[in-house]
């Protein structure tokens, strides 16, 4: 999951979202079509609802679908015309006709290609001003939201950013062996080594409260994933990106729930319902919410000694919430995300 935090300014009724959204529904390709994206209904009603509202929690649901053409396919066929005309004219083709005949090499096998197709959940928190998106890629997410600042009047957001970047936290954490409140270090994580050797070590199913991890961080190995639980109800993978992954549901979270329970409403009201209250434990065990983006590990120093050691503070200057470290504003790539498993979708 990715967090980006809505402008105070943004107050629409969910009846606007419903009917902006209704003007970009999601269609499959045509036949020279090679990707089409738009939004479905949540629920997977036909003709259903484009937004639904359970609990005062708004969920969406995002579409793409993308036309599988292997290269070495499209190669063969652009080669084939190539030799066709040098055949038939005595010439090889130049740069620029060789350009033509791979989009014309293109719209022969298009029609041919088979499709794939994934989906993106969006949950918009209006109380809390948090609009999360079920993907671990940056560019994905940006994606996603220069179509709804497209279609969504007047709406504004910007990533969510923590006053002590999560790979300082996270160094901190496991060298001091004292997790933040309310939750604890499970047996999963990954350190890299910031110099150009990119040295890599991964514990799976390991105990991290050992010296040999505070050895590695020592050396100048900084985390990049670290698995965490919250409150004994939520497991989840922290990256150093501030992507929360692998979220899970512990047995704690259903205690009272029976067992026919199930359905849209209720997955969504336990979800949304959990992640609400960890997001801001998360972003509290980070330092609170900044401005703009925490200096890495490798930037942070010493701010003070406490009784388990040296607190980190980040010591690089930060750029303004919503652009990148060069001051550039984040819009979306020209890449489609990538498929996800809707069935194992947070919420």
């Known amino acids: 999951m990715i967090v980006y935090r809505i402008a105070p300014q943004w107050q629409v009724e969910l009846t606007q979202v419903e009917e902006a959204l209704a003007n970009a529904p999601f269609m499959e390709c045509g036949a020279t079509q090679e990707?089409?994206?738009g939004w479905v209904p949540p629920r997977g009603d036909e003709h259903g609802a484009?937004?639904?509202s359970v609990g005062g929690q708004w969920i969406l649901r995002f579409m793409v679908e993308s036309k599988v053409l292997p290269g070495s396919v499209l190669n063969r066929r652009v080669k084939e015309k190539a030799e066709r005309i040098e055949k038939e004219t005595g010439r090889k083709p130049g740069k620029k006709e060789s350009k033509e005949l791979k989009e014309e090499a293109k719209l022969d096998l298009l029609p041919m290609a088979f499709t794939k197709q994934g989906s993106m959940w969006v949950w918009i928190d209006r109380e809390a001003r948090t609009i999360v998106f079920d993907t671990s890629s940056q560019?994905?997410?940006?994606?996603?939201v220069s179509l709804l600042v497209e279609y969504l009047p007047g709406l504004s957001v910007s990533l969510l950013y923590t006053e002590t970047s999560p790979q300082v936290a996270m160094s901190h954490w496991l060298s001091t062996q004292e997790p933040p409140v309310g939750f604890t270090v499970d047996r999963e994580c990954e350190l890299k080594s910031a110099d150009e050797s990119?040295?890599?070590v991964r514990?799976?199913?390991h105990?991290?409260?050992?010296?040999?991890?505070?050895?590695?961080?020592?050396a100048g190995k900084l985390p990049t994933k670290l698995a965490l639980t919250w409150d004994d109800r939520v497991s989840l993978m922290l990256t150093e990106g501030l992507q929360i992954k692998k979220v899970s549901f512990l047995d704690t979270v259903f205690e009272g729930t029976k067992a026919d329970d199930g359905g849209f409403d209720t997955d969504v009201a336990i979800a949304t319902g959990e992640l609400s209250k960890l997001i801001p434990d998360l972003i509290e065990a980070l330092g609170g919410e900044s401005d703009g983006i925490g200096a890495s590990a490798a930037q942070a120093i010493p701010a003070s000694s406490g009784p388990s050691g040296p607190v980190l503070a980040a010591a690089a200057p930060v750029p303004p919430r919503g652009k990148d470290v060069a001051g550039r504003a984040i819009t979306g790539p020209a890449t489609a995300p990538a498929d996800t498993d809707p069935d194992s979708a947070p919420f």
């Open 35 to 37: 990707k089409s994206l």
């Open 50 to 52: 484009m937004v639904e």
């Open 139 to 144: 560019g994905h997410a940006d994606e996603v």
């Open 198 to 200: 990119k040295a890599v």
């Open 203 to 205: 514990y799976s199913r």
């Open 207 to 218: 105990p991290l409260d050992i010296e040999e991890v505070q050895a590695h961080i020592a």
